[in-house]
């Protein structure tokens, strides 16, 4: 863990970004800082958040996480599958007034998949969603994390620099056994009411 001063400053920058972005410090940051050094952790976090912002925009929240969901699953990380399948899970509720068909809880059973059982497991939730058109994009990922393919436009160069992005939270992530989930990475996170009404629809389902 951060340990010098220099350390403990930037992990509570950073952890301040972090709680006016998504309404929360991930308990990631300190590892960040830990591995990175603080100028490396600075420096990283600048090269990569505007660029994740931007992705954001352009290729739109639930797309964005949805890599996110299926990067971390590849790569064995839960607790970052977890961030993104909760930011998805608000996402759709707010955005379709509907509950997401996957409960990010569950995705930790997801972890070790074969990418075309992993593949087929997120087209189906997709289709049962209503996003069918969102499973190029699921075959698109998997493709780039395995190196089989090369991105073609601008889009999929975006979804490259996620897949670098997230794949070096996941290995932080897995090297320092972080497997509790935290929160939604996304702004959605500081919505009470759709948190809240997504607890009691999961809860009813019970």
């Known amino acids: 863990m951060a340990g010098g001063v220099l350390d403990r400053a930037t992990v509570r920058v950073l952890e301040a970004g972090c709680r006016t972005m998504w309404g929360f410090a991930p308990r990631m940051i300190p590892h960040i800082v830990a591995r990175m050094g603080a100028l490396g952790a600075l420096r990283w976090f600048a090269g990569n958040i505007p660029r994740f912002l931007v992705t954001l925009r352009v290729l739109g929240h639930q797309r964005t996480h949805l890599a996110g969901m299926v990067i971390s699953l590849y790569n064995g990380c839960h607790y970052c599958a977890y961030a993104h399948g909760y930011a998805l899970e608000l996402l759709y509720l707010r955005d379709r007034d509907r509950l997401f068909p996957l409960d990010a809880r569950t995705l930790e059973g997801w972890l070790g998949l074969s990418p075309r059982v992993l593949a087929g497991r997120v087209q189906e939730v997709l289709r049962e969603a209503g996003m069918q058109s969102e499973a190029l994009w ?56 759709v948190k809240e009404r997504n607890a009691a629809l999961r809860a009813a389902r019970v």
């Open 138 to 193: 699921v075959d698109t990922t998997l493709g780039l994390l395995r190196g089989d393919q090369q991105p073609v436009d601008a889009a999929e160069l975006r979804l490259a620099h996620l897949v670098r992005m997230f794949g070096t939270m996941n290995r932080i992530a897995v090297e320092a056994g972080c497997t509790e989930p935290d929160q939604a990475q996304n702004p959605v996170n500081k919505d009470v009411a």
